[in-house]
C-alpha cells in the first residue's frame, strides 16, 4: 500500500514534470539536428583528408596514454636504463658517526647510514690538518714551484751517442692489406 | 458559508464521481510507473558519461569542473550524432521510398498519416453528434469532461494494398520519432549527470575536518586550488 502511494505521488510529480521534459527533448531535438549538420561536415571534412571519421580527441589520447605507460610500468615492460641518482652523502655526518680506529672504517649493523665507504674523508683533509681522532700521519710536503736559480743548467750534449745511430723501419703496404712487409735497415746500410 | 451545501448528489452522481476517482488514481499510477521507468532508463543512459569521462577524469589530464563540462559535452555531442546517425539515415530511407513511391501513385498532396488513419477505429469526438439531453462532454466548473463513454463509431479498421507503402512510410516515420526522442533522452540524461559529476568530482569538503587533526596528503598530483 506504501509503495502504491508512493507510486502515485511519483506519479503527480512526473505528470508535473512531463511537460518540462517534452519541451527540452523537443530543444534538444532541434539541437540534435545542427549538432548532426556541423558533426557530419567535420566527418566529411576528416574523410577527405585522410583522417579517421571520428578521430581521438587529444585529451583522451593523452589520458591513454599515461595509462599505457602505468600498466606497462606495473607489467615491467618498460625498463628503460635509468642514470644512477648521485648519492647525496653528507660527509661532515659521516666523520662524526665513523669510529676514530680506521680512517676507512666499516660501521656497526644497525647504526646510521653511511653510504659510501670511499665518501668518508673527512672535508678538513685537503685543508693539511688531521681532524681529531685520526690516527697522526705524514702527509706529503705542499710542492713549491723551484726558482729558476734553482734550475741545474742545461747541458747540450747526447747522453747516449749510439742512439743518434738507431736503425730506421720503412714500411710499406705493397696494395696488400693482409700482410705488411717491413724493411729493416740502418744508417750504415744506406752509405 | 458552505459553498457544497446547495449541491446536492444523486445516486447516479456519487457512483460516477467515485468511478471518476478511480480513474483518476489509476492514470496517476500509470504516469507514475511510466515516471519510473524513465528515471530508470535515464540513469542507465547516464552511466554512459561515466564511461566516456572515467579515463580522462582518473588520469588528472581534465582536473576541474569547467574543463571537465565542456570536455564532457563535446563528447556527448559527438555521441548524440552518432547515435542518431542511424535513424537519420532510416528516415532518409524512408524519404526515398515516399518519393519513390509518389512518383507512381502521384499523391503528394496527401498525409501518410491520414492514409494510415483508416487502419484504426473511428470514434465520434465531436459534441454535436450527440444528442443535447446525453452529450458526450459536460463543462463542469468551466472544465469539460466525459460525461459518457463515446459510442458512436464511424468507420471500422480497413486495409488497403494500394495504400501499403503510405503504411509503412508513416510506421517508419513514427519510428524515427520514437527513436530519435530516446536519443535526445539519453543526451539529456547524459548532460545532467556530466553537470552533476563535475561538480562532485572535484568537490573539496571540510566536513569532519580538525584543524588538530594529521594531515595525511596522498603522494599523488594535487588538484590546483578553487577558484
Not at chain 2, 570536455?71 to 556527448?76: A, C, E, I, Q, V
Amino acid at each position: 500500500m506504501l509503495r502504491a502511494l508512493k507510486t502515485f505521488g511519483q506519479g503527480i510529480l512526473w505528470a508535473v514534470l512531463l511537460p518540462f521534459i517534452l519541451v527540452g527533448i523537443a530543444v534538444v531535438g532541434v539541437f540534435g539536428i545542427a549538432d548532426f549538420l556541423i558533426e557530419f561536415v567535420i566527418m566529411i571534412i576528416n574523410f577527405f583528408r585522410g583522417k579517421k571519421l571520428f578521430p581521438i580527441y587529444p585529451e583522451d589520447q593523452k589520458a591513454y596514454d599515461i595509462l599505457k605507460r602505468a600498466i606497462d610500468k606495473q607489467n615491467g615492460e618498460l625498463e628503460t636504463p635509468v642514470a644512477p641518482q648521485p648519492q647525496s652523502v653528507y660527509v661532515q655526518q659521516n666523520f662524526y658517526s665513523a669510529p676514530p680506529q680506521s680512517p676507512f672504517p666499516m660501521p656497526p649493523s644497525g647504526s646510521l647510514p653511511q653510504g659510501n665507504p670511499q665518501m668518508q674523508i673527512p672535508p678538513t683533509y685537503v685543508q693539511g690538518q688531521i681532524p681529531p681522532g685520526y690516527p697522526q700521519q705524514q702527509l706529503p710536503p705542499a710542492y713549491q714551484q723551484p726558482q729558476p736559480q734553482q734550475l741545474p743548467p742545461v747541458v747540450d750534449e747526447p747522453v747516449r751517442p749510439e742512439l743518434a745511430t738507431l736503425p730506421t723501419f720503412d714500411a710499406s703496404l705493397h696494395g696488400k692489406t693482409d700482410s705488411i712487409e717491413i724493411d729493416i735497415h740502418s744508417e750504415d746500410d744506406n752509405r | 458559508m458552505n459553498v457544497f451545501a446547495g449541491i446536492q448528489f444523486s445516486e447516479t452522481d456519487k457512483k460516477a464521481l467515485i468511478i471518476l476517482l478511480i480513474l483518476l488514481v489509476i492514470v496517476i499510477l500509470i504516469i507514475g510507473l511510466i515516471g519510473v521507468a524513465v528515471r530508470a532508463t535515464m540513469h542507465y543512459q547516464a552511466k554512459r558519461a561515466d564511461a566516456m569521462m572515467h579515463d580522462v577524469a582518473v588520469t588528472r589530464v581534465i582536473d576541474n569542473p569547467k574543463s571537465f563540462r565542456r570536455f564532457g559535452l563535446k563528447k556527448s555531442n559527438r555521441a548524440l550524432f552518432r547515435d542518431s546517425l542511424l535513424p537519420f539515415v532510416v528516415l532518409a530511407a524512408t524519404i526515398l521510398l515516399w518519393v519513390i513511391w509518389n512518383l507512381f501513385v502521384e499523391r503528394w498532396g496527401e498525409s501518410v498519416f491520414s492514409i494510415s488513419d483508416e487502419l484504426f477505429i473511428h470514434i465520434k469526438w465531436d459534441n454535436s453528434q450527440y444528442p443535447a439531453d446525453d452529450p458526450l462532454f459536460v463543462r463542469v466548473f468551466g472544465i469539460y469532461i466525459f460525461a459518457r463513454w463515446p459510442e458512436a463509431v464511424e468507420g471500422y479498421p480497413t486495409f488497403k494494398v494500394e495504400n501499403l507503402v503510405a503504411y509503412i512510410v508513416a510506421f517508419m516515420y513514427v519510428v524515427v520519432i520514437v527513436w530519435y526522442a530516446i536519443i535526445c533522452q539519453a543526451y539529456l540524461a547524459r548532460f545532467f549527470r556530466i553537470e552533476r559529476l563535475s561538480r562532485s568530482i572535484y568537490e573539496k569538503s571540510l566536513e569532519g575536518f580538525k584543524a588538530q587533526q594529521e594531515i595525511n596528503i596522498v603522494p599523488d598530483k594535487p588538484l590546483p586550488p578553487s577558484e
